[in-house]
């Protein structure tokens, strides 16, 4: 039997709707005026931003690091200049928590969130308003991940979208490069896209659901029931954490898998703790593949851990997680207490085929 590793994440919760609204009215006080000819709309976006900061504030806190807040208030720093806002529009009203936060948290909460927020300003003093493409000519594949993402953003042509992916299999490049360095880095640059403002939501999802269709065909086509592979007789579940609405990612790793000749049931998106438990059991998965995406998913990974960890038919099961938190905070697959982590579906195959000889599976 595996020793349980106890996990260093202390969950934090703060009263966020409480905090915003007094944030709401202490940033009137200090920038008087500032409300004038504010519609109901525009104060519950108010409120809504100051509820965002403390979310991410809770995560910082809970695993002691300011990394996962530092690298949020970068992303919306970008979001809301290229919202038009001005530079400073963030920093004012992180000052603005961070006064409150030091006479509302218990003292030594509230210097931790006071150290968070102190850092995080100074960063965002010479913090840059964009950021640069995720598709670079340098990269394998580039020219092709330009014609694939002009041919659905300023065509809406999916056919020829997914023709071209399919003619570079059929040209001899493997699947597992299609996806890594095409589908990957269009879809990230499409969200870079969405962050600067200069493609819709309506563009984002169609880029997203035209990737999904192609990639059910890719699966039929090249993936499923391949005859040349060798299986392995070992099975790995996969999903998204409940709430995690985010599921190509975890998609592509159980690709990765099934082309590595495992046995994978992919059950997606938002998927409740106790049916990916009850999946493990069914299928006596030797691995669970778990993503997050949104920091503040992070606590149901971690309960999702310990209900695995405590189920008798489930304890010994390998567990590894990634997604977008742990790309930023590389220990806190450790903290939430995992087997393992990877950042790319590629990586995650190598990463486990190694944990299955330690551990003699
Ligand atoms: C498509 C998309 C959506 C779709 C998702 C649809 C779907 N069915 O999946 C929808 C519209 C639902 C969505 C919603 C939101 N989104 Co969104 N979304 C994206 C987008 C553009 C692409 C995501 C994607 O598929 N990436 C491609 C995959 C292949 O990459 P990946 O997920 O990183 O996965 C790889 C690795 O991380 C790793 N990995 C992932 N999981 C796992 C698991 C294991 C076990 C292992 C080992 C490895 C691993 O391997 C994968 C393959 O190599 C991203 C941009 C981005 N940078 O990813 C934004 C992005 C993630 N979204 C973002 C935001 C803000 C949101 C919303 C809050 C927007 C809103 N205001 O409502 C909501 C939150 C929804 C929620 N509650 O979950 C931000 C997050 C910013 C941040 N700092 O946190 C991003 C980065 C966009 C941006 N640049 O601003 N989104």
Redesign the pocket.
């Known amino acids: 039997m595996t020793v349980v590793p106890a996990g260093i994440y202390q969950p934090v919760s703060l009263d966020r709707s409480g905090l915003a609204n007094k944030a709401y009215e202490a940033y009137g006080v200090k920038y008087p005026g500032i409300y004038q000819g504010y519609n109901d709309q525009q104060k519950a976006r108010t409120l809504e931003d100051f509820s965002y900061h403390l979310k991410y504030l809770e995560e910082t806190l809970a695993i002691d690091d300011p990394a996962i807040f530092i690298?949020?208030a970068k992303?919306a720093h970008v979001?809301l200049c290229s919202l038009g806002l001005p530079k400073d529009c963030l920093s004012s009203s992180l000052e603005v928590l961070r006064e409150l936060l030091s006479t509302e948290l218990p003292p030594a909460l509230g210097k931790k969130a006071d150290a968070t927020i102190r850092e995080t300003m100074r960063v965002l003093s010479s913090a840059p308003t964009t950021i640069p493409s995720y598709i670079r000519d340098d990269q394998p594949l580039a020219q092709a991940a330009h014609e694939y993402l002009d041919a659905l953003l300023l065509h809406a042509d999916r056919t020829k979208a997914r023709d071209l992916v399919m003619g570079l299999v059929k040209r001899g490049v493997p699947v597992r490069d299609v996806y890594?360095d095409v589908?990957?880095p269009v879809?990230?640059e499409?969200?870079?896209l969405?962050?600067l403002q200069k493609i819709s939501v309506g563009q984002?999802?169609y880029v997203?659901a035209s990737t999904?269709q192609v990639l059910a065909l890719f699966y039929l086509q090249f993936i499923a029931g391949n005859k040349n592979l060798a299986k392995k007789g070992r099975t790995l579940v996969a999903a998204s954490v409940s709430?995690?609405?985010?599921?190509?990612?975890?998609r592509?790793?159980a690709d990765f898998f099934e082309m590595d000749g495992w046995d994978t049931y992919y059950i997606g998106?938002n998927s409740p703790s106790s049916s990916i438990i009850r999946m493990m059991k069914e299928r006596e998965a030797t691995v669970v593949?778990?993503?997050s995406?949104?920091?503040f998913?992070v606590p149901e990974v971690y309960s999702l851990i310990r209900a695995i960890r405590e189920s008798p038919d489930t304890r010994d099961t390998i567990i590894?997680?990634?997604?977008?938190p742990f790309?930023v905070v590389l220990d806190l697959w450790k903290k939430v207490g995992a087997d393992g982590?990877?950042?790319?579906?590629d990586e995650?195959v190598t990463?486990v085929n190694n944990l299955v000889t330690q551990k003699n599976m």
């Open positions: 690298d949020y992303w979001l890594m589908f990957q879809l990230y499409t969200g870079r969405w962050q984002e999802h997203t999904q709430g995690e609405l985010h599921e190509v990612g975890i592509m790793v998106a593949a778990i993503s995406t949104m920091s998913h590894i997680i990634g997604g977008y790309n982590y990877a950042g790319r579906a995650a990463l």
